[in-house]
């Protein structure tokens, strides 16, 4: 499997503009999570999805930040205007629903390193 | 509330000595545990999981954990410690709040672990 995969690796923008972070999740998963991480914040769970609805969105920082899962192997995360502080790296990750077999690891994507100036 | 700590931003130990690196959580009922590492530029991998059973749990590149339920501790340990194993460990609990049957999980502020040779 190719695991999660999330694109652009690396994206450089000015304030003001739009930026749309992408996520395919493992096939089969039906749970999807965004997190940002930062130097002062640690890992922030943002929004995460169970058969593409969103359950829980209050870590979403403000309305600037909206996220969509279209189907079972896309989401993306978009963040209108991006500002400077949103500068982050932003990591999908995903995971099977918890079963007696399932115990809810998460596989996590490679990151998308945003940079707002 | 359910939460995870991890008492230390930085553990040093030189190569070939024992490492550990410390956890400790709260919450109620019966935890899922969890440890991740992180790799520079890299997402999160998992490492291993406390469910049920034995309180040693054996994991990925030799680590193990201990589960210690009256001291409501998690530490992950290596008997030996390599170069190599230099990079950010992140602690998690599964959140049981959860409303759905999804792995939300609840991350400590993370370790960094240098070993040095």
């Known amino acids: 499997d190719a695991g999660v995969i999330q694109s652009p690796r690396h994206e450089v923008t000015e304030m003001g503009q739009e930026v749309t972070l992408r996520c395919k999740p493992i096939?089969?998963?039906?749970?999807l999570f965004w997190y940002r991480q930062t130097m002062m914040r640690g890992l922030e769970l943002l929004i995460y999805f169970n058969n593409n609805v969103p359950i829980d969105d209050s870590g979403m920082p403000e309305d600037r930040f909206s996220a969509k899962m279209p189907n079972a192997s896309f989401s993306t995360l978009k963040i209108q205007p991006s500002e400077p502080r949103d500068s982050a790296v932003y990591f999908c990750?995903?995971?099977?629903?918890?079963?007696?077999?399932?115990?809810?690891?998460?596989?996590f994507g490679e990151g998308s390193r945003l940079t707002v100036l | 509330a359910q939460s995870v700590a991890q008492p230390e931003d930085q553990v040093n130990v030189a190569e070939g000595n024992p490492l550990t690196v410390k956890c400790t959580y709260s919450?109620?009922?019966?935890?899922?545990l969890f440890w991740y590492v992180q790799y520079p530029n890299r997402g999160l991998q998992f490492l291993l999981k406390?469910?049920?059973?034995?309180?040693l749990v054996k994991g990925s590149y030799g680590f193990e954990a201990e589960f210690n339920k009256s001291q409501t501790s998690f530490h992950l340990k290596k008997p030996s410690a390599l170069v190599s194993d230099s990079a950010l460990y992140f602690c998690a609990v599964r959140d049981i709040r959860s409303s759905s049957n999804t792995g939300k999980l609840i991350f400590g502020q993370g370790t960094t672990l240098q070993v040095k040779p």
């Open positions: 990750a995903s995971s099977l629903e918890l079963d007696r077999v399932n115990t809810g690891e998460l596989f």
């Open positions: 406390y469910i049920t059973g034995d309180n």
């Open positions: 096939s089969g998963h039906n749970s």
């Open positions: 919450v109620s009922g019966n935890p899922y």
